[in-house]
């Protein structure tokens, strides 16, 4: 009896130690696989948990309209392409599923701006061939320029970007009007984003205009330049029984940008002839009567921008080191306001009998290491 009582107590014994062993060596497998979950992505199941419970929030300063709704919609479009992508579809360099941005969720690139110039054969030599010389070189593809005549000389350097619109080479309304709805139905043949247009007598910061375009969306309805005049412009519409009418317009000597989706919605009264129509609806010149279509046709305000610039202001007080932060820049070489000529005042790289507009130490003072500027600016350390 003692002998088997003794051997049941070694047995019961034996059978704890048993179930002690397998509980063991059981946490000791969950906690390494908790500890590998941890090293895949830095955080516990409970961390995890508290990171998807409350997100931590971004900081948006510095960012666009444009960049967050662009954010927002790709991580829609992932979101939508994940669940209906099939298991197999993977990339074989990551190894993860494959996401596609829709090109319109991108950021606008110089290669998405469309850039009319406007110019006339007697301003061939002295001033298009010094916007050939500065900006124009920077963005030779987007490019367009609209004259009167033909210019082999000028062909040579631009090719088909150079425009014979056969228009009048006067300076009076008609012949501004005739070049402008050439220049508007061409951007329509253009797969671009934004429609934007110079005279012959600015100087076009294309990086600030790439970075002022960024805080817009192309589709949407958007105009912007900057007005010559500080009260909106006042005439009569003939199609409406002379009715008086009032709207703001950007002025042409200052440049203006407009999207493709407000472009667009331009087509009736603008494309095809039709934008002639519309000058002579109000009897005024082609930046008016944008800003007619525009502000009082289909409603939609200017935007205006500061940072464009015409000869219709004093220029002298925009300081050096502002400069490279405006978009567009003029000059007048005839008497203003008392004054011999209205430059910017820049002194520094060209001097102003070799440089009467500025045009040339404005583009050195931007990029000093292109070739016009060689030998003329001191290579910074």
């Known amino acids: ?22 509980f063991m060596t059981g946490f000791q497998q969950d906690l390494a696989a908790g500890r590998m979950a941890t090293q895949g992505d830095g955080s516990s199941g409970n961390e ?19 960049d967050d709704d662009r954010e927002n919609e790709i991580k829609k479009t992932s979101r939508t ?6 298991p197999g579809n993977r990339s074989p360099s990551s190894g993860q599923n494959t996401v596609s941005v829709p090109d319109r969720l991108r950021k606008t690139e110089l290669r998405d701006i469309f850039i009319g110039v406007k110019t006339t054969e007697k301003y061939h030599r002295q001033r298009m061939d010094l ?26 350097r631009l090719g088909d970007h150079l425009i014979n619109t056969n228009c009048s080479s006067s300076h009076m309304r008609q012949a501004l009007c005739c070049k402008m709805a050439v220049e508007y139905d061409m951007f329509l043949q253009q797969d671009k984003r934004w429609f934007c247009h110079v005279d012959d007598d600015n100087y076009l910061n294309v ?35 002379m009715q008086k009418v009032n709207f703001w317009f950007a002025t042409g000597g200052a440049g203006f ?3 493709k989706g407000l472009a667009l919605k331009m087509i009736p009264y603008a494309s095809g002839g039709k934008f002639m129509s519309s000058c002579e609806r109000i009897r005024l010149p082609d930046d008016c009567t944008l800003g007619f279509i525009i502000e009082r046709l289909l409603r939609v305000k200017l935007v205006q921008i500061q940072q464009f610039h015409s000869h219709l202001e004093w220029l002298k007080f925009i300081k050096k080191e502002e400069l490279p932060h405006q978009i567009s820049l ?9 004054s011999a000529r209205n430059i910017i005042g820049l002194d520094e790289v060209f001097s102003e009998s070799d440089d009467p507009t500025r045009f040339k130490s404005l583009h050195c ?14 290579r910074r350390r």
């Not at 995890?48 to 444009?66: D, F, M, Q, T």
């Not at 050939?132 to 963005?139: G, H, K, Q």
């Not at 309805?221 to 519409?237: A, K, Q």
């Not at 931007?366 to 001191?378: E, F, I, N, T």
Request: glycine fraction near 6%.
């Open 81 to 86: 392409q994940s669940k209906h992508s099939k």
């Open 48 to 66: 995890r948990w508290a990171l998807g419970k409350h997100p931590r929030k971004i900081s948006s300063v510095g960012r666009s309209v444009e």
């Open 131 to 156: 916007l050939m010389d500065t900006w124009v070189s920077l963005a030779k593809d987007q490019t367009f320029v609209f004259t009167d005549s033909d210019d082999q000389q000028l062909r040579s």
């Open 1 to 22: 009896m003692r002998l088997s009582c003794r051997r049941l107590a070694l047995g019961l014994s034996a059978g704890a130690f048993l179930c002690l062993w397998l």
């Open 257 to 259: 940008c407009i999207s």
């Open 365 to 378: 003072l931007l990029y000093p290491y292109v070739d016009l500027c060689s030998g003329h600016v001191k």
């Open 330 to 338: 003029s000059y007048g070489l005839t008497p203003y306001r008392g």
């Open 207 to 241: 990086h600030e205009l790439v970075k002022m375009l960024n805080q817009y969306k192309h589709t949407d309805d958007v105009y912007l330049g900057r007005p010559s005049i500080n009260h909106p412009m006042e005439t009569y519409d003939r199609h409406e029984n």
